[in-house]
């Protein structure tokens, strides 16, 4: 009896388990079934679940009909640039407040902390106006710049946690060699916050290829649009000829890189994702 | 000696970022105090004129205003709600062991990878009227009787957006009560169940506190960004009044209608309502996270 009890729970547990993968996958993988199926089955009132028949006209109609390709572009120059100038603003200022002495520390700690917690909405006026005046509405830099907003104060502060916990002989051996403070950065921690640049480089971005905000706000047509504002508008002649299997291939198209990298890199992702929390 | 010249070298490694910040978020953010006391249309066709707080005393009225507010924080209450409950069972869950552990915390970060946009469209397919993979589903199982216009009728329209923001958001908060979950020494539960206390007696007394901070920062975190919710909103249904938050009611104004003045003074307000979340925040919860 009590044998059966415990083959009865864990056989619950299992079903609940396999619940929890069925819905986090299952609309991802309804996304990439749908893309592959030719119209006549995506439209049918009996789908079936593997996609069967197989098409890539979809994949073509993204690529040759609208602008897709330059979005996709737009996206990588934007979130790459977004990316590298927060790793690079990041990993100096990180360095400054994770290891110099240095009497208000705190408070520009503090100043970072608060850019995470104000909104988006609240500057997009302020930045509206910001960029126009300097020439940079529409433009990749004019993105990039203001992407810097939510990037940069994560980069810095899990890069933080990264130099703080780093021995502190290795920057007093380098200094008795005779090393600045600047080439101690360059050649002896750098290297060892490698993981640390991975993580937060990643995460930053993640964050700036799905933008849609700002995205949308600051840029005009597809010369320098980006791909979520692409994505949501895209839509058919009229609201009932809506090319959903276009919509699908396009979000395959977006999202499969970032699954591969998060499940490449997931281990990192999480610890970067909880300790940027929890310090936070 | 040594110290002055890193002292000096700080401030310089420091300054980038600093000149960043004012750029980004200092000045845009005094622009938007600013305007918000000027009636002036965001290209400057007329010129602009002072009127102090009018812009802040029509807020107090504006009914647009106030359905954007209650959109905003019915969404953030049942959504937070929804997935705080949502994170913890999967939190418990992830954190037993079990065969293909690893496998379930590949699985539940998908959703968090994908864009909201995207995500947002995914499951505008998925709930189509007549040919979404819901409707098919539900009448087959007989979950349905009929099926179901789930984006064209205001209610149906909230709970969907709510049920795409829990999806999207859910693994975020699972992930980090799974951090805080570890920190929970095994021993605790050892003497617990010496002492014969029950599973559920341990969850209480054991894992419910001690998981606090963590619960507390999730919490913070995930209220804040809810808040100042926009993609999901406004690609599943743009500018519809039933639905339509804050930031959309916000960007509507300003971008739409050009209304440098109110819209400012709209940012303002999103502003104040998010420090007094914080603050609240802070004085009920954050003692016991500080503990």
Not at chain 1, 44 to 58: A, C, G, I, K, R
Not at chain 1, 133 to 138: D, P
Not at chain 2, 69 to 77: E, H, S, Y
Not at chain 2, 181 to 195: N, T, V
């Amino acid at each position: 009896m009590k044998l059966l009890l415990r083959v009865l729970n864990r056989a619950l547990f299992y079903v609940l388990v396999a619940f929890v993968v069925v819905y986090s996958v299952f609309p991802f993988y309804w996304a990439v079934v749908s893309s592959f199926k030719p119209s006549g089955e995506l439209f049918s009132t009996d789908p079936s679940f593997l996609p069967v028949p197989f098409t890539l006209e979809h994949y073509q109609n993204v690529f040759l009909q609208a602008n897709f390709g330059r979005n996709l572009l737009n996206s990588l120059i934007v979130a790459g640039g977004a990316t590298l100038l927060s790793l690079t603003l990041g990993v100096i200022a990180a360095y400054a407040l994770g290891r110099l002495p240095f009497p208000p520390k705190n408070a520009v700690l503090y100043i970072v902390l608060a850019m995470t917690m104000f909104p988006q909405i609240a500057v997009l006026g302020g930045l509206f106006m910001l960029l126009r005046q300097m020439g940079l509405f529409n433009t990749h830099l004019g993105l990039i710049l203001s992407y810097l907003l939510f990037t940069l104060p994560f980069t810095i502060w899990v890069l933080v946690g990264y130099f703080r916990g780093l021995p502190r002989e290795l920057e007093e051996a380098a200094y008795v060699d005779g090393a600045t403070p600047l080439q101690t950065l360059v050649k002896v921690m750098l290297p060892l916050a490698g993981p640390g640049l991975v993580t937060t480089g990643l995460l930053a971005f993640i964050a700036a290829w799905n933008e849609y905000l700002f995205a949308l706000t600051f840029t005009v047509g597809d010369a320098v649009r980006t791909v979520p504002p692409a994505i949501a508008s895209f839509g058919g002649a009229s609201p009932f000829e809506i090319p959903w299997g276009s919509i699908m291939a396009a979000s395959v198209v977006v999202t499969v890189p970032l699954v591969i990298l998060v499940l490449v890199f997931q281990q990192r992702i999480v610890a970067g994702l909880t300790a940027g929390a929890v310090k936070g | 000696m040594l110290t002055r010249r890193q002292a000096r070298l700080a401030w310089l490694l420091v300054l980038p970022t600093l000149l960043v910040v004012l750029l980004v978020a200092g000045y845009p953010l005094a622009q938007v105090f600013y305007w918000s006391l000027f009636r002036a249309d965001i290209a400057f066709v007329e010129p602009p004129e002072f009127v102090g707080l009018e812009h802040y005393l029509y807020l107090l009225q504006d009914p647009d205003f106030r359905q954007a507010l209650w959109n905003t924080l019915r969404f953030t209450v049942i959504s937070v709600t929804l997935e705080t409950l949502l994170g913890l069972a999967i939190a418990l869950i992830i954190h037993s062991n079990f065969k293909g552990r690893g496998l379930v915390r590949t699985a539940i970060l998908i959703p968090w990878a994908i864009p909201t946009v995207v995500s947002a469209r995914m499951w505008e397919w998925m709930l189509h009227d007549i040919y979404g993979i819901i409707n098919i589903l539900g009448v087959r199982l007989g979950l349905l009787s009929e099926k179901v216009a789930f984006l064209a009728r205001p209610e149906l329209l909230f709970a969907s957006i709510v049920a795409v923001d829990v999806w999207k958001t859910t693994p975020f908060m699972a992930l980090i009560l799974l951090a805080g979950l570890q920190l929970i020494p095994e021993e605790l539960y050892e003497a617990a169940s010496i002492d014969g206390a029950t599973k559920w007696q341990q969850f209480w007394t054991i894992t419910l506190p001690l998981l606090t901070p963590a619960l507390v920062v999730a919490l913070i975190f995930r209220t804040l960004d809810a808040l100042r919710v926009f993609d999901v909103i406004f690609v599943l249904s743009g500018l519809n009044p039933a639905t339509r938050s804050l930031a959309i009611y916000n960007r509507q104004t300003l971008i739409d209608f050009q209304d440098l003045g109110y819209g400012s003074a709209i940012s303002v307000a999103i502003l104040v309502l998010i420090f007094l979340f914080v603050v609240f925040y802070m004085r009920t919860l954050g003692k016991e996270a500080l503990r």
